[in-house]
């Protein structure tokens, strides 16, 4: 009974890799008017690319770990993976009660979300790209200066995290087709700990020639720009080999690979 139980268990990790993951997204690209306002205040023009229609989840990942060893939790270099990584497992290759086959996958490293990607021939999203996928409602592609939707949005961030995370993919499409950007866990970008750090070294450490707008770039009295103002920081406060139980991840990767 229990080898049945362990096979039954294991199909999903097994389809999930012969499968690639989650199905993928065609997003046609386009000039992207940013949230954050840059300092010059064009729009960030955005390529077409593919994006996973719901973010990875337990079983996916189990299979990732079960091919690729070294990123078993009790294998994984500290460096890449802090002591929280996959702790919600029942083992480094079992999921067990706490870690349900269909849960996105949670308490997984920077450096281990972009092995994976890798590993299916994507990448993670950049912030941009994450973010213009995520403007988009069930029947517009921007619904950010919508209030009730901001305030749908809000009012997610504001529930406790310490809940059961239901099953990814239950979430209406938006208008890509894209499920859960919000409402079930934070993810992960490519460049997430650039954000608020200018990629021109001279400039770091000046105010007067920060990448954003000083004060102007995330307005607390903006409701628009508050819901990105939680995520920046809680990106920007997070490390590479750092983990939390509500940060998982979705990947990425150029039109047409």
């Known amino acids: 009974m229990r080898r049945l139980a362990a096979l039954l268990l294991a199909l999903p990790a097994v389809a999930a890799l012969a499968a690639g993951g989650a199905a993928w997204v065609k997003l046609p690209g386009s000039d992207f008017r940013s949230t954050l306002k840059y300092e010059d205040g064009v729009d960030v023009e955005i390529a077409p690319f593919e994006l996973q229609k719901r973010p990875v989840t337990n079983a996916e990942f189990l299979a990732f770990v079960k091919a690729n060893p070294q990123w078993r939790r009790d294998k994984v270099p500290k460096v890449l993976a802090e002591g929280r990584y996959l702790q919600q497992w029942e083992g480094p290759v079992s999921l067990g009660d706490k870690a349900l086959p269909e849960q996105p996958v949670v308490q997984v490293s920077w450096f281990a979300a972009n092995a994976y990607c890798e590993s299916i021939g994507g990448r993670l999203p950049t912030w941009n790209e994450w973010e213009y996928a995520a403007a988009a409602d069930e029947t517009r592609r921007d619904a950010r200066k919508d209030p009730a939707w901001r305030e749908r949005i809000l009012a997610w961030y504001s529930q406790p995290s310490n809940q059961a995370l239901p099953r990814a993919g239950l979430q209406v499409p938006n208008a890509y087709g894209v499920q859960d950007l919000h409402g079930l866990v934070w993810e992960w970008t490519d460049d997430y700990s650039s954000l608020l750090v200018d990629p021109e070294s001279r400039n ?29 920081a809680m990106l920007s406060s997070m490390q590479a080999q750092g983990t939390t139980a509500n940060l998982g991840f979705r990947c990425a990767r150029s039109a047409g690979k």
Do not use: E, I, W
């Not at 903006?222 to 819901?227: F, G, V």
């Open 204 to 232: 770091q450490g000046d105010p007067d020639k920060s990448k954003f707008c000083g004060a102007g770039a995330l307005s607390m009295d903006d409701r628009d720009n508050y819901a990105v103002l939680m995520r920046v």
